[in-house]
């Protein structure tokens, strides 16, 4: 399985600009996060998806915004970059509500200038 | 207060030694408690999982969690370079499937 995958791993983008940020899990978990994690700040959780069709905001979720069409896919937009977005951010997915072991992705390193 | 403290400050040891890292909190509506390990340019992976307070073993890890002083710990016996990451605390309340994340610790095992 390949579990959890993220694309791009890397992207530059300018201020103003926006970009989708492609998640995608091949294990049938109903469960999916996204989350950002910036240097000695921890992971922060962006926007969460208890299933398709379902989702909702959590502590960060200001410039971002979200879909669940399919179980499978959780894709992550950026409208109007700014450079308080330069992160590294990464896709989680888990089966169930009390299941804690979450399965990352590899992560985006995204840099905005 | 912030939910989740963990010291993020690097911590090297010599290969062999014991590695001790912690995390206080100050939700005591916290029961679950887990540590991710995550390696240079790689997502957190699941470590240790612990259901309330008490002591759990795995191998060369043993994470124990106090709720009473709402203080979570990892030690690591005999360390290996491999072990070198950051380490993450993680905990939840329950149902709502939120986990809170601590900053991390660098640890270095030095050959």
């Known amino acids: 399985n390949a579990g959890v995958t993220q694309t791009p791993k890397f992207r530059i983008l300018k201020i103003g600009q926006s970009m989708t940020l492609q998640c995608t899990q091949d294990?049938?978990?109903?469960?999916m996060y996204w989350y950002r994690q910036d240097p000695g700040m921890g992971l922060k959780l962006i926007y969460y998806?208890?299933?398709?069709?379902?989702?909702d905001k959590g502590e960060v979720p200001n410039g971002y915004n979200v879909s669940r069409s399919t179980t499978e896919d959780f894709p992550l937009r950026l409208e109007l970059a700014a450079p308080s977005q330069t992160s590294v951010y990464f896709c989680?997915?888990?089966?169930?509500?009390?299941?804690?072991?979450?399965?990352f992705g590899s992560g985006t390193r995204l840099t905005v200038v | 207060q912030k939910e989740v403290e963990q010291d993020p400050g690097p911590l090297s040891v010599p290969e062999g030694a014991i590695v001790s890292l912690n995390c206080t909190y100050s939700?005591?509506?916290?029961?679950?408690f887990m540590w991710y390990r995550q390696y240079s340019r790689k997502g957190p992976e699941l470590l240790m999982y612990t259901y309330s307070s008490g002591n759990k073993e795995d191998g060369r890890f043993t994470a124990q969690v106090d709720k009473s002083s709402k203080y979570i710990s990892l030690f690591i016996r005999d360390s290996q370079p491999s072990d070198s990451a950051t380490y993450l605390c993680?905990?939840?309340?329950?149902?709502?499937?939120?986990?809170?994340f601590g900053k991390g610790n660098q640890v270095v095992v030095i050959p």
């Open positions: 989680a997915s888990s089966y169930r509500e009390d299941d804690y072991g979450y399965t």
């Open positions: 993680a905990m939840s309340e329950g149902g709502n499937n939120r986990l809170a």
């Open positions: 294990m049938n978990h109903n469960y």
């Open positions: 939700n005591s509506a916290f029961q679950y």
């Open positions: 998806s208890v299933g398709a069709g379902i989702t």
